[in-house]
Protein backbone atom coordinates (compact mmCIF):
# COMPACT_ATOMS: atom_id res chain seq x y z
CA UNK A 1 0.00 0.00 0.00
CA UNK A 2 1.32 3.41 -1.24
CA UNK A 3 2.25 5.78 2.02
CA UNK A 4 2.91 9.41 1.40
CA UNK A 5 4.64 12.56 3.01
CA UNK A 6 4.26 16.43 2.16
CA UNK A 7 6.63 18.42 2.80
CA UNK A 8 7.66 22.00 1.27
CA UNK A 9 4.94 24.24 3.89
CA UNK A 10 5.78 27.26 5.58
CA UNK A 11 4.90 31.14 5.66
CA UNK A 12 5.21 33.27 2.52
CA UNK A 13 4.06 37.04 1.74
CA UNK A 14 1.44 37.19 -0.73
CA UNK A 15 2.60 36.93 -4.18
CA UNK A 16 5.49 34.89 -3.50
CA UNK A 17 6.08 30.93 -4.21
CA UNK A 18 6.31 27.70 -2.62
CA UNK A 19 6.83 23.87 -3.71
CA UNK A 20 5.33 20.84 -2.21
CA UNK A 21 6.33 18.01 -2.35
CA UNK A 22 4.69 14.19 -1.77
CA UNK A 23 6.81 11.17 -1.63
CA UNK A 24 5.29 8.08 -2.18
CA UNK A 25 6.37 4.60 -0.81
CA UNK A 26 5.12 1.98 -2.10
CA UNK A 27 5.23 -0.02 -5.89
CA UNK A 28 1.74 1.23 -6.56
CA UNK A 29 2.52 5.04 -6.68
CA UNK A 30 2.90 4.77 -10.28
CA UNK A 31 -0.43 2.80 -11.00
CA UNK A 32 -1.99 5.59 -8.86
CA UNK A 33 -3.59 8.69 -10.10
CA UNK A 34 -3.04 11.76 -7.35
CA UNK A 35 -4.42 14.97 -5.80
CA UNK A 36 -3.84 18.05 -4.10
CA UNK A 37 -6.66 19.44 -1.37
CA UNK A 38 -6.78 21.90 0.94
CA UNK A 39 -8.59 22.63 4.18
CA UNK A 40 -8.59 25.81 6.10
CA UNK A 41 -9.83 25.97 9.51
CA UNK A 42 -13.86 25.87 10.15
CA UNK A 43 -13.84 25.12 6.30
CA UNK A 44 -14.21 22.09 4.06
CA UNK A 45 -11.41 20.15 2.30
CA UNK A 46 -11.58 21.72 -1.30
CA UNK A 47 -9.84 20.20 -4.31
CA UNK A 48 -7.05 21.86 -5.73
CA UNK A 49 -5.40 19.75 -8.51
CA UNK A 50 -5.48 16.28 -9.81
CA UNK A 51 -2.84 14.13 -12.08
CA UNK A 52 -3.34 11.41 -13.88
CA UNK A 53 -1.22 8.16 -13.13
CA UNK A 54 1.46 8.87 -15.67
CA UNK A 55 1.23 12.24 -15.35
CA UNK A 56 -0.34 13.33 -19.45
CA UNK A 57 -3.67 14.32 -17.45
CA UNK A 58 -3.85 17.34 -15.50
CA UNK A 59 -6.92 19.48 -13.63
CA UNK A 60 -7.01 22.59 -11.62
CA UNK A 61 -9.64 24.43 -9.70
CA UNK A 62 -10.28 27.63 -11.13
CA UNK A 63 -9.18 30.25 -8.35
CA UNK A 64 -5.49 28.69 -9.30
CA UNK A 65 -5.59 28.18 -12.90
CA UNK A 66 -2.63 30.06 -13.77
CA UNK A 67 -0.78 30.29 -10.54
CA UNK A 68 -0.33 26.16 -9.47
CA UNK A 69 1.03 23.24 -11.34
CA UNK A 70 0.81 20.08 -10.16
CA UNK A 71 3.23 17.44 -11.45
CA UNK A 72 5.10 14.05 -10.82
CA UNK A 73 7.98 12.33 -11.38
CA UNK A 74 7.60 8.63 -11.01
CA UNK A 75 11.05 7.39 -11.07
CA UNK A 76 10.98 9.65 -7.58
CA UNK A 77 8.03 8.41 -6.54
CA UNK A 78 7.24 12.06 -6.02
CA UNK A 79 4.37 14.45 -6.79
CA UNK A 80 4.88 18.28 -6.74
CA UNK A 81 2.41 21.18 -6.12
CA UNK A 82 3.98 24.83 -7.64
CA UNK A 83 2.56 27.47 -6.00
CA UNK A 84 2.88 30.97 -7.39
CA UNK A 85 1.60 34.24 -7.27
CA UNK A 86 0.24 33.26 -3.67
CA UNK A 87 -2.94 34.84 -2.07
CA UNK A 88 -3.71 35.27 1.57
CA UNK A 89 -6.94 33.00 0.48
CA UNK A 90 -4.39 30.21 -0.08
CA UNK A 91 -3.57 29.36 3.17
CA UNK A 92 -4.49 26.41 4.21
CA UNK A 93 -3.43 22.78 5.04
CA UNK A 94 -2.38 21.26 2.05
CA UNK A 95 -2.98 17.47 1.48
CA UNK A 96 -1.58 14.61 -0.97
CA UNK A 97 -4.04 11.87 -1.75
CA UNK A 98 -3.71 9.10 -4.09
CA UNK A 99 -6.11 6.69 -6.32
CA UNK A 100 -4.34 3.32 -6.37
CA UNK A 101 -5.13 1.50 -9.50
CA UNK A 102 -6.90 4.51 -10.93
CA UNK A 103 -5.77 6.27 -13.75
CA UNK A 104 -7.13 9.31 -13.27
CA UNK A 105 -7.70 11.74 -10.37
CA UNK A 106 -11.02 13.19 -8.94
CA UNK A 107 -12.68 16.80 -7.64
CA UNK A 108 -13.86 14.45 -4.92
CA UNK A 109 -12.06 13.94 -2.26
CA UNK A 110 -13.94 10.57 -0.74
CA UNK A 111 -12.52 9.38 -3.92
CA UNK A 112 -8.86 9.10 -2.41
CA UNK A 113 -7.55 6.82 0.10
CA UNK A 114 -4.67 6.48 1.58
CA UNK A 115 -3.81 10.80 2.37
CA UNK A 116 -0.82 12.19 3.82
CA UNK A 117 -0.40 13.72 7.01
CA UNK A 118 -0.44 17.53 5.56
CA UNK A 119 1.75 20.67 5.06
CA UNK A 120 0.73 24.07 6.34
CA UNK A 121 1.13 26.71 4.07
CA UNK A 122 0.47 30.56 5.30
CA UNK A 123 0.71 33.28 3.11
CA UNK A 124 0.79 36.58 5.16
CA UNK A 125 -1.07 40.00 3.28
Known amino acids: QVQLVESGGGLVQAGGSLRLSCAGA????????MGWFRQAPGKERDFVAA????????DYTDSVKGRFTISRDNAKNTVYLQMNSLKPEDTAVYYC??????????????????WGQGTQVTVSS
Open 97 to 114: AARPNIVYGSRSPGAFSP
Open 26 to 33: GRTFRTSA
Open 51 to 58: ISWSGGTT
